[in-house]
């Protein structure tokens, strides 16, 4: 097979802009993170018993798929292995599966796979390959913890060769075409073995991306996972990121963790991030029965809505041409147009103002007017001061509970004052 050159690999990437993050694991059954193992020092005997006690009925990987897809959503990134270190797939490297080990007995990437392909969306695995809590050869930190391991008996190697690598192989080989490897937490790995791993994952998917978190060196990888949650400030550095995030506090479900962002924010924050050059990769936690939380649900409904009005504004787009944030929202754009996301909060009495665009606008418009009727404005430059400002003549009321977008039709190849 070719290897595509680089640009080409990442460009279905680039384009899509937001992906479904799933957090899945035997976890789930106790309702408390994906660290409970960890936080709750549960030794691995107890904790291998959830596997009987895993059986998620609800479990449909079209419904899955659909919410992803209803949601705008482009790419799926699902937890193959967490930390705990329990395959949520068929492996034949260890019985420590989902197939093997739990009355389940069925392997729900399999079903993934297939839905995925049948809808277009790109699907993706996480792997924790180097914290591994079940695994006695794994590395990571066991302060204070009352696990049975003995940290000075720990054979890395035996772990990295007898159980990361070969999961790779599998889930490289028996899943068709994955967008992405998501590796995370890579403390302690030499660079030397991460880029053994990139390696691997190249010779098994030469078009499958890699994430930065597979190296805790700088610069390793296609593109920056940020920190999880973290969105960089404009113009921060030129690499392209993704930004982990999650709608509540915890990635795995919990009960308890009822501090969910609104909808209006998850908006905010993904245009924000999308005026960047960035990607969110917004994660669900479902349930033990297999279900995806009604609070994530509804979110993702509503954020969809807004993507069928506005996507033209936000797929495929180029990041904001200006070097600072702007008080009233974000902007993308593309080919011949810029577009302003105004937030609701922030929307104008009568004129919205913007400065040092030096196109001509050819025409102006509220995105979600079927009709675009124009939108009147002016525009000045002052050659004293050699400032150019648009002043547009908006309506009294925001178009959109959320986000308004303004398109801006403008001749010319982009061309402002920085
Ligand atoms: O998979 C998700 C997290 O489980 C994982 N990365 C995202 C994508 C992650 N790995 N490490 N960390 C996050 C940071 C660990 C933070 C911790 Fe704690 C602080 C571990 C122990 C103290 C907070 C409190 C989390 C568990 C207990």
Known sequence: MEVMNCKHKMKWWKDAKFGMFIHWGLYAVLKKGEWVMYSSKIPVHKYEKLARKFNPIKFDAKQWVRIAKNAGMKYIVITAKHHEGFAMFQSKTSPYNIVDATPFNSDPLKELAEECQKEGIKLCFYYSHVIDWHHPDSLHDRANNTW????????????????????????????????????????????????????????????????????????????????????????????????????????????????????????????????????????????????????????????????????????????????????????????????????????????????????????????????????????????????YSLSIEVPNIAPDKNIAVIALKIDGEIDVDE
Not at 159 to 164: F, R, S, T
Not at 352 to 368: C, D, F, P, T, V
């Open 148 to 387: 049975d391991y003995e940290l000075d008996k720990k054979d890395f190697y035996k772990y990295w060769n007898g159980l990361a690598k070969p999961q790779i192989k599998e889930l490289l080989t028996e899943y068709g075409p994955i967008g992405l490897m998501w590796f995370d937490t890579a403390g302690g790995l030499s660079k030397e073995d991460s880029e053994e791993m990139v390696q691997l994952v190249r010779s098994l998917q030469p078009d499958c991306l890699i994430n930065s978190r597979v190296s805790h060196c700088p610069g390793m990888g296609d593109y920056q996972s940020k920190g999880d949650n973290e969105i960089p400030m404009l113009g921060q550095d030129a690499r392209e990121f993704e930004t982990p995030m999650t709608m509540n506090q915890s990635w795995g479900y919990s009960d308890k963790d009822q501090v969910w962002k609104t909808t209006a924010s998850l908006l905010r924050k993904l245009v924000n991030i999308v005026s960047k050059g960035g990607n969110l990769l917004l994660n669900v936690g479902p349930t033990p029965d297999g279900e995806i939380p009604g609070q994530s649900v509804e979110r993702l409904a509503e954020i969809g809505e807004w993507l069928d009005i506005n996507g033209e504004a936000f797929y495929g787009t180029s990041p904001c041409p200006y070097p600072y944030e702007l008080e009233w929202g974000s902007i993308t754009m593309k080919s011949g147009y810029l577009y302003l996301h105004v937030y609701s909060e922030y929307w104008p009495q009568a004129n919205l103002q913007l400065y040092g665009l030096r196109n001509k606008i050819l025409k102006a418009y509220i995105l979600s007017d079927p009709n675009k009727a124009s939108l009147e404005f002016i525009q000045t430059y002052d050659s004293e001061t050699n400032h």
